[in-house]
């Protein structure tokens, strides 16, 4: 993470999964400052046009894992370049939130309009999904936004209401939102299948021996699939801008 790389500096043979350790300074010290955050500086995110420093405060240290990969290859709207798609898992990777938090990565014909979740919220990642905890369910180290009660899923709107006060009407927006980003999502989703770009399980039908030959606008779609799919909030983390990149990608392959 210091370095910026994409890769650490030798292998490490016997690595631990995310733990204390990795957000914070413990057993070093042995006073209070130990709780201090491994990572605080912000961080610099990759999307097609280059790169660009955000910071999220406390989130930076989400972000450090949390975000896009650098992609190739770049599609370049207006380009007229066929590219050779050849790697079965391109895209954005898992779980690119702080670059849709920013707006930052998908493919883009103009700048898109954002959400306020990136820009607004102090400390990123951290305000809402580690706010008071409800017990061990969610909240809090669990990183948790869900948890089941009873039987059925509720949200933990602690870290929301200081924006949001009328949390009935939030819970209702939530439903809204997500239930149209992810009707988006199955339809590009069915495009890129009908159009033999896409399998069942969600990685393209492209290999180094057998690649798929597109244009800017067909591999911007493959990227903004995958970073909207990946993303995993269906909407909530930046709704306007998964919006566009859905709504622009279903229209250049529905031409």
């Known amino acids: 993470m210091a370095a910026g790389t994409q890769v650490t500096a030798e292998d490490i043979a016997n690595p631990n999964p995310p733990n204390c350790y990795t957000c914070h300074n413990i057993h070093k010290t042995y006073t209070v400052d130990d709780w201090a955050l491994t990572y605080a500086d912000p961080i610099t995110l990759w999307y097609p046009a280059g790169a660009e420093a955000v910071d999220y405060g406390k989130g930076n240290i989400c972000g450090n894992c949390h ?3 650098i992609v190739n290859p770049v599609p370049v709207p207006g380009s007229g370049v066929t590219y050779k798609l050849t790697n079965s898992r391109y ?3 898992h779980s690119p939130v702080a670059n849709m938090l920013a707006g930052l990565g998908g493919y883009e014909k103009e700048d898109y309009d954002n959400s306020p979740h990136g820009s607004l919220v102090e400390d990123g ?3 809402c999904h580690m706010a008071d905890a409800y017990g061990w369910q969610a909240g809090g180290h669990t990183t948790k936004i869900e948890y089941d009660y009873h039987g059925s899923i509720e949200v933990n709107f602690a870290g929301c209401t200081t924006c949001h006060s009328d949390e009935d009407k939030l819970a209702t927006e939530l ?3 997500q239930t149209e980003i992810a009707g ?3 339809n590009l989703r069915t495009i890129l299948k009908d159009r033999g ?3 069942d399980d969600d990685l393209f039908l492209a290999s180094s021996g057998s690649p798929l030959n597109l244009t800017a606008d067909e591999l911007g779609a493959c ?3 995958q970073m909207v799919l990946e993303d995993k909030s269906n909407g909530v983390h930046n709704y306007q801008y998964s919006k566009k990149l859905l709504e ?3 229209s250049d392959l529905s031409k």
Do not use: K, P, W
Request: glycine residues 8%; hydrophobic residues 40%.
């Open 67 to 69: 975000q896009a990969r």
């Open 91 to 93: 895209g954005t990777h």
């Open 125 to 127: 990642c951290v305000t």
């Open 175 to 177: 439903e809204e939102i």
């Open 184 to 186: 988006m999502i199955d």
């Open 197 to 199: 770009y896409l399998g």
């Open 223 to 225: 990227l903004n699939f």
């Open 248 to 250: 622009e990608s279903i």
